[in-house]
Every structure is written in structure tokens, then in C-alpha cells.
């Protein structure tokens, strides 16, 4: 774990280049990135579509590697670590939260938040998973549609699943990928108040991406890439 003067996230000199064919020349995602994120922070990382602001995300959670460079998280150097490695980690420590929900149709709304409980290694029992399910779908308001399917809830109910799968390990860093982009103002601007609150509550780091500059607004510091750059940051003002 880090200690309280080391980053919860650290990139140096993070590139990502992706060879889509060898006769296409590569393309550089995220180019040259360092960045240090707090504990307990919110930052918000914002550019237009095609600046590498998910590709850095999912360098951040683990979901990717970098070509070049390296990243730290939670005190650990985590870049050049096994997938198998790198799965166990962020089943343990980072929790999802996506665009466009990806919740598994066939499963209700409580064998989606405990899906990533089965992946764990020891797994938990039975009776744990489902009560550490159940409290994360009571936490963002939906106790009631534990046994709901997907398409029997709303778009908000269904980030809102997701917000709880992200949540369901107590994880030290919530990251999220445009999570309103699916949903309606009124609907998105309640699921960022949900995301706020569950780091207040439980001391979780937040990172969000998004290009909306309203949600960007709410961080306590933005980051805006370019080009597969950072181009700017801003604390918030206060």
C-alpha cells in the first residue's frame, strides 16, 4: 500500500501504440503521459473523442499495458505484471464503471454485482457473495430489483448496477468511463452525485472521463488530453 505522501496512481512517461495491421502505420494513443493521482482524489479527464482519454484510463485500471513507461498503483509497480496478475489486482482494488453498463443480460441485477466476487482468488462463499451483492445494490438505492433482469430496468437503473458491480469490493479506486453518455441529463447528473458519494463515504479515490465539460466541472482537478497528450490541468477553484 502507498504511503500517505506517495500516489495512489503514478504514470511516467506512459505510451500506448496500437499496430492495427502490419501494413498500417502505428497509432500512438497516448504519447509520452506522466500523472500523479492522490488518495482520495477526484479527478476528471476530458478531450474530445479520439485524444487517448479512455486509452490512459485503461492503462490506469489495469485493463491495458503500456507499450513504454510505467505505472505504479497502490505502491506497487503494476505495468509489466501478468494479466493473471493484473486480473487478481484490479478485482481487489479497482472498480469499472463503463458507457455503456455492460451488464450480462441473461443474469438479474444481483448476479451482476456479484459476478466479479466468482473471479476472486480464494472466491468467497456463497452466502458472503450475496450479501456483500445485496448491500452495494442497497447502497445506490436499488434493494428492490435485486432479481430484476436488464430489460426490466431503465438506462439509470442499469448504470446504477454497474456503479454497485464497481463497488462491490470496496475498491481504492473507482474509475469511469463516460459513465452518463448513455443517459439522459437529469438521469447522468444523479449518477455523478452517486459516484461523489460513494467516495466520500468510503474514501474511494475517483476518476472520471468524460468530454462533457459540466460533469468535468465537478471534479477537483481536470485534465484535459490532446492528441494523446495532456494539453492542460486545472484545479478547481476553492
Same mark, same amino acid.
Given at each position: 500500500?502507498?504511503?500517505?505522501?506517495?500516489?495512489?496512481?503514478?504514470?511516467?512517461?506512459?505510451?500506448?501504440?496500437?499496430?492495427?495491421?502490419?501494413?498500417?502505420?502505428?497509432?500512438?494513443?497516448?504519447?509520452?503521459?506522466?500523472?500523479?493521482?492522490?488518495?482520495?482524489?477526484?479527478?476528471?479527464?476530458?478531450?474530445?473523442?479520439?485524444?487517448?482519454?479512455?486509452?490512459?484510463?485503461?492503462?490506469?485500471?489495469?485493463?491495458?499495458?503500456?507499450?513504454?513507461?510505467?505505472?505504479?498503483?497502490?505502491?506497487?509497480?503494476?505495468?509489466?505484471?501478468?494479466?493473471?496478475?493484473?486480473?487478481?489486482?484490479?478485482?481487489?482494488?479497482?472498480?469499472?464503471?463503463?458507457?455503456?453498463?455492460?451488464?450480462?443480460?441473461?443474469?438479474?441485477?444481483?448476479?451482476?454485482?456479484?459476478?466479479?466476487?466468482?473471479?476472486?482468488?480464494?472466491?468467497?462463499?456463497?452466502?458472503?457473495?450475496?450479501?456483500?451483492?445485496?448491500?452495494?445494490?442497497?447502497?445506490?438505492?436499488?434493494?428492490?430489483?435485486?432479481?430484476?433482469?436488464?430489460?426490466?430496468?431503465?438506462?439509470?437503473?442499469?448504470?446504477?448496477?454497474?456503479?454497485? !458491480?464497481?463497488?462491490?469490493?470496496?475498491?481504492?479506486?473507482?474509475?469511469?468511463?463516460?459513465?452518463?453518455?448513455?443517459?439522459?441529463?437529469?438521469?447522468?447528473?444523479?449518477?455523478?452525485?452517486?459516484?461523489?458519494?460513494?467516495?466520500?463515504?468510503?474514501?474511494?479515490?475517483?476518476?472520471?472521463?468524460?468530454?462533457?465539460?459540466?460533469?468535468?466541472?465537478?471534479?477537483? !482537478?481536470?485534465? !484535459?488530453?490532446?492528441?494523446?497528450?495532456?494539453?492542460?490541468?486545472?484545479?478547481?477553484?476553492?
Amino acid at each position: 500500500m502507498p504511503t500517505m505522501d506517495e500516489p495512489i496512481l503514478a504514470a511516467r512517461e506512459v505510451t500506448r501504440v496500437f499496430r492495427l495491421s502490419r501494413a498500417a502505420p502505428p497509432l500512438t494513443a497516448v504519447d509520452k503521459v506522466s500523472l500523479e493521482i492522490g488518495r482520495g482524489g477526484f479527478v476528471a479527464i476530458s478531450g474530445p473523442s479520439g485524444s487517448g482519454k479512455s486509452t490512459l484510463l485503461n492503462l490506469l485500471g489495469c485493463i491495458d499495458t503500456p507499450s513504454s513507461g510505467a505505472i505504479r498503483a497502490l505502491g506497487r509497480e503494476v505495468s509489466s505484471q501478468s494479466k493473471a496478475r493484473l486480473s487478481q489486482f484490479r478485482l481487489r482494488h479497482i472498480g469499472l464503471v463503463f458507457q455503456r453498463f455492460n451488464l450480462i443480460e441473461h443474469l438479474t441485477a444481483l448476479e451482476n454485482v456479484a459476478l466479479p466476487l466468482q473471479y476472486l482468488r480464494p472466491r468467497p462463499g456463497s452466502g458472503e457473495m450475496r450479501e456483500k451483492a445485496e448491500s452495494a445494490l442497497a447502497d445506490v438505492g436499488l434493494a428492490d430489483r435485486i432479481k430484476h433482469h436488464p430489460s426490466q430496468l431503465s438506462g439509470g437503473e442499469q448504470q446504477r448496477v454497474g456503479v454497485a !458491480r464497481a463497488l462491490v469490493n470496496d475498491p481504492d479506486l473507482l474509475l469511469a468511463d463516460e459513465p452518463t453518455g448513455e443517459l439522459d441529463t437529469a438521469t447522468g447528473a444523479e449518477l455523478i452525485d452517486l459516484l461523489m458519494h460513494a467516495r466520500e463515504e468510503r474514501g474511494t479515490t475517483l476518476v472520471i472521463v468524460s468530454h462533457d465539460p459540466n460533469l468535468a466541472g465537478r471534479a477537483e !482537478r481536470q485534465v !484535459r488530453m490532446v492528441d494523446g497528450r495532456i494539453g492542460s490541468e486545472e484545479l478547481a477553484a476553492g
